[in-house]
């Protein structure tokens, strides 16, 4: 009974470590900023090192794996479909059948994005008016889909979807016929996100996932909020240790500005956030990996405490830089989109804390754990 | 990465379980008199050790069992859910105890260990005194040492937890004047019986004397009781600290765990707007992130667990853990309070199955937590300094 990582993990964390500050520096997200960001390359290279694919199958990474991958994404507020792409997979497993294009998501072969969120419908699923109806044999996909990341780039669309008063969701090749790509600014340049609209588009039955009686989609995004929030706590923990840097060599009153106690306990207060938050990461990850009863909980905790943390940790981290992170040319606010980006994604803290709550007040004290 | 109990820690916990279940004593039966009540938890600690429950992690040689770190926090644990009482010689068991294995004589070691773990001896910790509180290093109590190698201690020790019913006293005491603060202190171990001692209970905020002032008068100490090396007591002492922070927390996490589950059936009898407190969204939500405070409370002592048994000691993340445990208890205690509303600061006329002073309590002691075992600031130095590797500055 104890939280540790193996040494291929902690391996492919340092790989991650250099790749990425290699195929992503910081100036990549300042390239999307600016409106002329292009991640062919990286792209490309994360299908080529199999990161798609990390935790998949039994590979000795785990969760845990893709939840270091993703920390690393986020260290570098890198414009990447991983997080989405490891869900879309795990849904596409659970609808299964001989499509080519379900077959190459479910292996992580095909970079895929999200489509979930509309206009009045979040990450809870709930209030979703976008439609899936049967025309035929076929099934044909209606709706307007907001926040999609890295749209353009992907090679599919795994659209949630209305079907019979249930959820469904359904594959669409990026490319297919009444799929159009409109400007979707947000906060963080670097998700390169656009609104989907849909409008007929036909969706073959064995690309459609209609009802889920084997609760397959709840793991999926379970492993999308508590890779997300390893996001977060990448791109935090990133922006602290810039801050950590800056306060040893700025001087002020003739010291290091890191010397001085008002600074020191401000920038411990976010270690102690950064670490408790990657604590609860690895913690939840490993409770997917090894199918542990509470690993629902588990993620809704993590997802929650690393949102609020990361937050206050990238906060903390503007704040040691004063006036100079309030530019738009210092890097400390890609980091800082790229945190309160990743804080929505896959159901923000007020969710999960209310998801808690409900399980809270729905246990008995004195049942078996 | 095993969160699932392997199968001796697995055995163990069914051993606790299966004792505790048959042994466990009814709450009313705990003596309310502080003096019986320690009368009563010596006895439950024999019990326990006769069961071999205690000390579970010190090497078999010297009557534990050779326990991973994790097999004695599963047992803590259960413990916890048990409702089983505190074990009153802790300070014996978790601080005292390991640096009597590593640092101690042979004779020391027989003298001392058994009784330890039987509860025959309560120790106390002589550390803190009114000038030298977070910076330690600063003490003035003194021992001046005698033509056979013995001491004479004198000087004033304060928040001395269980002082009054403890046998001995682990002193730090200043040997050496001249030398650098931290390198002229020696750990010595100290009769409660000598003459020349004297006790003062101090009652806490929450009513109970747990701690109090300790004076000392020329108290002769023979040579043997030295530990370790001559002035050589504070790395003893540092060392046992960081070891009560490294898995501290873990342990405290589970007791923290029962109370919030109590406090959840709380505010189910509890109505506010005339509804159970329960059915509200703000309760639920303050009492949602209070579980999610332990849960990362528990997530971080078992990362910290881990790094420790890999690297067999506990490093500086400690003080990380520290800072969390302080934070966790406080913001839970406090939600606690929150939860019970109108009744927070009454006592009488609570509904059924309410217990508002009980909270008050857990609030008040909870305040104690960002203080005890190294103040929330001074691990925040630590962490700022040490981890960090911001420049060191004035305090």
């Known amino acids: 009974m104890k939280l540790t990582i193996s040494e291929d993990q902690r391996e492919l964390q340092s790989v991650a470590r ?43 990474f785990g969760v845990q794996g893709l939840c270091m991958l993703a920390e690393r994404c986020g260290a570098q507020a890198a414009p990447t479909a991983l997080v989405d792409t490891a869900v879309a997979a795990r849904i596409a497993a659970a609808i299964g059948g001989d499509d080519e294009l379900t077959a190459r998501v479910a292996v992580g072969e095909a970079a895929t994005a999200l489509a979930v969120v509309e206009a009045g419908a979040d990450w809870t ?148 956030d950064r670490e408790s938050a990657w604590s609860s990461v690895l913690y939840a990850a490993a409770a997917l990996d090894e199918g542990d009863a509470e690993a629902a909980e588990a993620v809704a905790v993590a997802k929650a405490w690393s949102a609020r943390a990361s ?5 903390a981290a503007l704040q040691v830089f004063g006036g100079i992170a309030f530019t738009w040319e210092h890097d400390a606010h890609l980091l800082q989109r790229r945190v309160l980006a990743a804080e929505r994604r896959f159901g923000d803290a007020i969710q999960h804390e209310r998801a808690l709550g409900a399980r809270l007040a729905a246990r008995r004290v004195g049942a078996p754990t | 990465m095993k969160l699932a109990l392997d199968d001796g820690e697995l055995a163990l916990r069914e051993e606790a379980r299966a004792f505790l279940a048959a042994n466990v004593p009814d709450p009313a039966q705990i003596p309310h008199d502080f003096d019986a009540k320690v009368e009563f938890l010596r006895a439950w600690q024999a019990r326990l050790h006769g069961a071999g429950l ?55 070691k027989a003298r001392f260990l058994d009784r330890i773990l039987s509860g025959a001896d309560i120790w106390c910790q002589g550390f803190s005194e009114v000038g030298a509180g977070s910076d330690l290093a600063a003490l003035r109590t003194k021992a001046r040492i005698t033509d056979d190698g013995g001491f004479v201690i004198d000087g004033h020790k304060i928040w001395t937890s269980y002082a009054q019913h403890a046998q001995w006293c682990a002193v730090l005491a200043r040997t050496d004047a001249n030398a650098p603060a931290h390198r002229g202190i020696s750990y010595i171990l100290v009769d409660m019986s000598s003459a020349g001692i004297e006790i003062r209970p101090l009652v806490q905020v929450t009513g109970d004397a747990e701690f109090s002032e300790v004076y000392f008068d020329a108290v002769e100490v023979p040579a043997e009781n030295l530990l370790g090396e ?45 509804r159970p407190a329960l059915e509200d969204e703000d309760v639920r939500a303050t009492l949602a992130r209070a579980h999610i405070g332990l849960e990362v409370l528990k997530h971080q002592g078992l990362r910290s667990v881990g790094q420790m048994i890999a690297d067999g000691h506990p ?19 406090a939600a606690g309070l929150d939860a019970l509303g109108a009744h927070a600061a009454l006592g009488a006329g609570a509904p059924a199955g309410v217990d508002p002073e009980a909270w008050q309590h857990v609030y008040l002691y909870a305040r104690a937590g960002s203080v005890y075992g190294g103040s929330a600031q001074i691990q925040k130095n630590i962490i700022a300094e040490r981890i960090l590797g911001l420049p060191r500055g004035a305090r």
């Open chain 1, 18 to 60: 250099e790749m990425l500050a290699d195929l992503a520096p910081l100036s990549l997200a300042r390239a999307f900023l600016e409106g002329k960001g292009d991640a062919t390359t990286l792209d490309q290279q994360l299908g080529y090192l199999g990161w798609y694919a990390v935790g998949l199958e039994d590979d000795g």
């Open chain 2, 54 to 108: 205690v000390g579970l992690s010190w090497p078999e040689a010297y009557g534990g069992r050779g326990a991973s770190l994790t097999e004695q926090i599963v047992v803590n644990a259960e413990m916890a859910r048990a409702g089983a009482p505190i074990v009153i010689g802790n300070v014996g068991l978790d601080v005292v105890g390991p640096s009597l294995v590593e640092q101690g004589t042979d004779a020391q």
């Open chain 1, 311 to 315: 937050r206050a940790v990238v906060e």
């Open chain 1, 125 to 272: 699923l709930a209030g979703v008016e976008a439609t899936l109806r049967a025309a035929g044999d076929d099934l044909v996909l209606d709706g307007v889909k907001v926040g999609v990341q890295a749209a353009p780039r992907v090679d599919a669309l795994l659209v949630l979807a209305e079907h019979a008063g249930e959820p469904a969701w359904a594959l669409v090749p990026a490319e297919a016929a009444g799929v159009t790509l409109l400007d979707g600014h947000a906060l963080d340049p670097a998700a390169d996100c656009r609104v989907v609209e849909l409008s007929g588009v036909t969706v073959p039955a064995a690309r459609a996932l209609v009802g889920d009686d084997a609760g397959a989609v709840e793991r999926a995004l379970r492993v999308g909020a508590v890779a997300t929030a390893a996001e977060g706590v990448g791109a935090a923990s990133a922006a602290l240790d810039l801050a950590i840097e800056y306060a040893r060599e700025r001087e002020q009153f003739g010291a290091p500005i890191g010397s001085f106690q008002a600074l020191k306990h401000l920038m411990a207060d976010a270690h102690v």
């Open chain 2, 315 to 333: 490093g500086l993340e400690s003080s990380v853990d520290k800072v969390v445990l302080g934070r966790v208890e406080q913001e839970m205690a």
């Open chain 2, 230 to 274: 001559l002035n050589g007591g504070w790395a003893i002492a540092m060392h046992t600290l960081s070891h009560e922070r490294g898995w501290y927390g873990v342990g405290r996490q589970a007791v923290l765990r029962v109370l919030l589950d109590g406090m959840v059936e709380e505010a189910r009898a509890l109505r506010r707007g005339g």
